[in-house]
């Protein structure tokens, strides 16, 4: 079961019903799928995927998933997973455009390191960030994340592969 966990400003909080309309805004934010990677796709698609965070993802713990709250506004997405773009599990996470360049993205990349490392017993875990992504690239250098390879997308888009051990991040 995917458990609350709490960092110095954030908390990360399983999904709730109520939660729906704070996540389709997140993922109907053009800049927001830019950065992620991601096309923007149709409101009634984010829907049905946000229903299946709560009734096929959290029953049968696929994998663990977050909102992300800051003074009790939602501040963002984050997630831990297995995925076919890696040998391992990914950290995924996105914030809200109004929180960026507060240092929050580090705080949240932290948080997800400890608790794969800490609760999962993972040595390392990968993130996958857009070759112009200058600021999440910075981000993860100062994290001591390593590049290990480029990944490039059917529309030809070029993501960094990059890798950090779950014991450098305290």
């Known amino acids: ?22 996540f389709v805004s997140l993922l109907r934010n053009a800049e927001v799928c830019r950065w992620m990677g991601q096309d923007l796709v149709p409101e009634p698609q984010i829907r049905t995927l ?16 977050w909102g992300l709250w800051l003074d009790g506004a939602y501040a963002g997405h984050a997630e831990v997973k297995r995925t076919g773009n890696v040998d391992g599990h990914e950290l995924i996470a996105a914030l809200v455009p109004e929180f960026w360049g507060r ?4 705080e949240v990349a932290r948080g997800l390191i400890r608790y794969a490392g800490d609760e999962l017993g993972l040595k390392e875990v990968y993130g996958l960030v857009g070759a112009e992504n200058t600021p999440s690239l910075a981000m993860c250098e100062r994290l001591g994340a390593r590049y290990l390879r480029d990944s490039v997308d059917e529309d030809g888009s070029v993501a960094k592969v990059m890798v950090i051990s779950t014991a450098d991040v305290r």
Do not use: N, Q, W
């Not at 079961?1 to 704070?22: G, K, Q």
């Not at 709560?54 to 663990?64: A, G, H, R, S």
């Not at 240092?103 to 580090?106: Q, V």
């Open 103 to 106: 240092g929050l993205g580090s």
């Open 1 to 22: 079961m995917t458990p609350v966990l709490r960092t110095e400003h954030l908390e990360f909080i399983p999904y709730r019903p109520e939660d729906e309309d704070a």
């Open 50 to 65: 946000f229903k299946a965070i709560l009734t096929e993802v959290y029953p049968k713990e696929i994998f663990d998933v």
